[in-house]
C-alpha cells in the first residue's frame, strides 16, 4: 500500500516561507512522476508542481519564481520550497502521483496571512 505523508505547513506572514516535505513508502519511489498539490477552502484540487522520474520539474504560473521543488530519491522524499508567501497561497498542500491513483495523505495546512 502507498502512503503519502506531508509536514512543515504552519502560519506565515505574506513574504515568508515554508519547506514542506512528503514521505513516500510503498513504491519504487525513483519510477515515479510526482507532484505537489494545494485545495483551498471552496475551491477544486489544484496541480502545483510536478517531478518527472528524470528530474524534470514543472511549475503552475501562480508559483513560478516563488516555489521550488526538489525530491531525493534515497531518502523517498519530496520536498517544495516555498518562498515569497502570498495569501492566496492559502491551503492544504498535498503529495501525491502526478497521474494520481490511491489514497490520498492528510495534507498539511499552509495559512498566510498578515
Known amino acids: 500500500q502507498v502512503t503519502f505523508v506531508e509536514s512543515g505547513g504552519g502560519f506565515v506572514q505574506p513574504g515568508g516561507s515554508l519547506r514542506l516535505s512528503c514521505a513516500v513508502s510503498g513504491v519504487d519511489f525513483s519510477r515515479n512522476a510526482m507532484a505537489w498539490y494545494r485545495q483551498a477552502p471552496g475551491k477544486r484540487r489544484e496541480l502545483v508542481a510536478d517531478?518527472?522520474?528524470?528530474?524534470?520539474?514543472d511549475y503552475v504560473n501562480s508559483v513560478m519564481g516563488r516555489f521550488t521543488l526538489s525530491r531525493d530519491d534515497a531518502k523517498n522524499t519530496m520536498y517544495l520550497q516555498m518562498d515569497n508567501l502570498k495569501p492566496e497561497d492559502t491551503a492544504v498542500y498535498y503529495c501525491?502521483?502526478?497521474?494520481?491513483?490511491?489514497?490520498w495523505g492528510p495534507g498539511t495546512q499552509v495559512t498566510v496571512s498578515a
Open positions: 501525491h502521483f502526478l497521474i494520481p491513483r490511491g489514497s
Open positions: 517531478i518527472t522520474g528524470g528530474g524534470v520539474v
